[in-house]
């Protein structure tokens, strides 16, 4: 919410001067964080879109894909021996159950350091399609989505811009409060204005309308984010391994995702795996472990039915794993995610994770991801897209209000004027340092511009006309 212009007032109603100074204030906040944050939530939008299309027309991993049903629902453990023969010297990772009967069963298949989804006919083991698990459109923007193809930099920018636009929300619904008429009076665009008064009208309602909903996205977002997310909140949030009834693997759940794409649900990334009963001095129990049909029986009699993903056991003292969770598209109900171990030998369940094993603030993460990757259902789908498309619109407006705000020739940045002094210094102070303690890389931001203001723009007259 780029709102670029001080409403026109009646003299008898024109604020005080704290609270004109204090309105200068948030504008220049607003205006200076909109510099950063504008192009990271035009790639975010758009990543996101694309990546919430793709799942919609034929899924992350191709599983839309339509078969024609027979009589007979061929063996699993026959489905994988054909889609390992489509993939030399492949190892099967996991099995991901049909969503309907006329859906193809995909295994992932891993080919060295290279990941490959096959789907494949359940009623006649046919290969129907071959992809790379990290190949795909939806994979790039993925990798766009989650760290810019920057790796941890691109990772901490992106977190600098989400912790950002919580203050562009913030000063731009400060902007927005009606200070001489009723919220609702408000709420709806004046389509009389013209020129840059329609511009800024519809900037202005169009960011009141999506504020609350992009504070969702902000927080899910960030709560995977780097600094923020995984060493803050999610650390006090994670489930806690010690209800696991088995020994601990030192490998987190984290363990199981696959690059930047997310396959376990938020609350146990970092909660440790369990582990396998390999009997004493390391030597496997029984003769023979569980089949890939037994453990397909065993998801069944745990009331597994549909989609669901199977994971097989990573090393001799591995664990099968059964999962269902709206985050993987496995299921419209967040509220049914589950996540069972079982040891490889014996077969029995050494975990059983569900909804509400999770906590708090692991429950919200878990509706909350759902809701902003669309999985809800179809209205789910239209207002994410509806809300990925006015993102776009506030920023384009964002940046034709300050074109059409900015002296014609002047080369300068045209930035709100600063107030000279204000009272109210000391709660704009107090705000600055909330968000610092909140979303501590945009309080290091923040800090890192106050200090660059006062050391070197201070001193540098000609840099600050151009910057002002």
Same mark, same amino acid.
């Given at each position: ?19 004109? $100074?204090?309105?200068?204030t948030a504008w220049r906040w607003h205006f200076y964080a909109a510099l950063y944050v504008i ?13 919430? &299309?793709?799942?919609?027309? $034929? ?31 492949g190892e099967l990772r996991s099995y991901i159950a049909p969503r309907a009967d006329d859906l ?56 600098i811009a989400a912790s950002l636009t919580m203050v562009l929300i913030a000063t731009g619904l ?13 709420? /709806? ?22 504020? /609350? ?52 649900? &938020? ?8 582990? $396998? ?45 059964? $999962? ?54 179809? &209205? ?21 209000? &300050? ?66």
């Amino acid at each position: 919410m780029t709102d670029t212009s001080i409403p026109s007032m009646q003299d008898s109603e024109k604020p005080t001067h704290n609270a004109r $100074s204090f309105y200068l204030t948030a504008w220049r906040w607003h205006f200076y964080a909109a510099l950063y944050v504008i192009p990271f939530l035009m790639i975010l939008a758009i990543s996101g879109l694309t990546m919430l &299309w793709i799942s919609v027309l $034929s899924g992350r991993d191709g599983e839309w894909i339509e078969v024609q049903p027979q009589a007979q629902v061929l063996p699993v453990s026959e489905l994988g021996v054909a889609a390992l023969a489509a993939v030399p010297e492949g190892e099967l990772r996991s099995y991901i159950a049909p969503r309907a009967d006329d859906l193809v069963a995909l295994f992932r298949v891993d080919q060295g350091s290279e990941a490959k989804m096959v789907a494949v006919n359940p009623y006649t083991a046919e290969i129907v399609n071959q992809m790379s698990r990290r190949g795909g459109l939806y994979d790039l923007a993925n990798d766009i989505h989650g760290t810019l193809l920057l790796g941890t930099t691109g990772d901490r920018l992106i977190e600098i811009a989400a912790s950002l636009t919580m203050v562009l929300i913030a000063t731009g619904l400060y902007l927005w409060w009606p200070r001489d008429r009723s919220v609702t009076s408000v709420l /709806l665009p004046d389509l009389r204005a013209r020129g840059r008064a329609l511009w800024r009208t519809l900037h202005i309602t169009t960011g009141v309308w999506i504020s /609350l909903v992009l504070v969702v996205f902000l927080v899910s977002g960030l709560s995977w984010s780097g600094i923020w997310g995984e060493k803050l909140v999610q650390a006090w949030s994670t489930f806690p391994a010690e209800k696991f009834d088995a020994p601990l693997s030192e490998d987190v759940h984290a363990s199981m995702n696959h690059g930047t794409r997310k396959d376990v649900p &938020w609350v146990l990334e970092q909660t440790r795996m369990p582990l $396998s009963d390999v009997g004493v001095d390391g030597a496997a129990r029984p003769d023979r472990p569980v089949s890939l049909d037994e453990a397909v029986g065993i998801a069944a009699s745990l009331g597994f039915e549909n989609r669901y993903q199977l994971s097989f056991p990573s090393g001799a003292d591995g664990v099968w794993t059964i $999962s269902r969770d709206s985050m993987s598209n496995d299921s419209s109900d967040p509220t049914s995610d589950r996540t069972v171990h079982v040891d490889q030998y014996s077969g029995a369940p050494l975990a059983d994770v569900r909804f509400e094993d999770y906590s708090v603030y692991g429950q919200a993460m878990a509706v909350g991801i759902a809701f902003h990757e669309g999985d809800l259902g179809i &209205w789910n789908i239209a207002l994410n897209t509806l809300v990925c498309l006015s993102v776009i619109f506030l920023s384009v407006s964002g940046v034709v209000l &300050w074109w059409k705000r900015r002296p014609a020739k002047a080369l300068r940045l045209a930035a709100p004027p600063q107030p000279k002094a204000t009272a109210l210094w000391q709660g704009a102070l107090l705000i600055g340092f909330a968000i610092s303690m909140m979303f501590p890389l945009a309080g290091l931001t923040l800090l890192t511009v106050l200090a660059a203001d006062y050391l070197v723009l201070s001193r540098i007259p000609a840099l600050r006309r151009v910057l002002s």
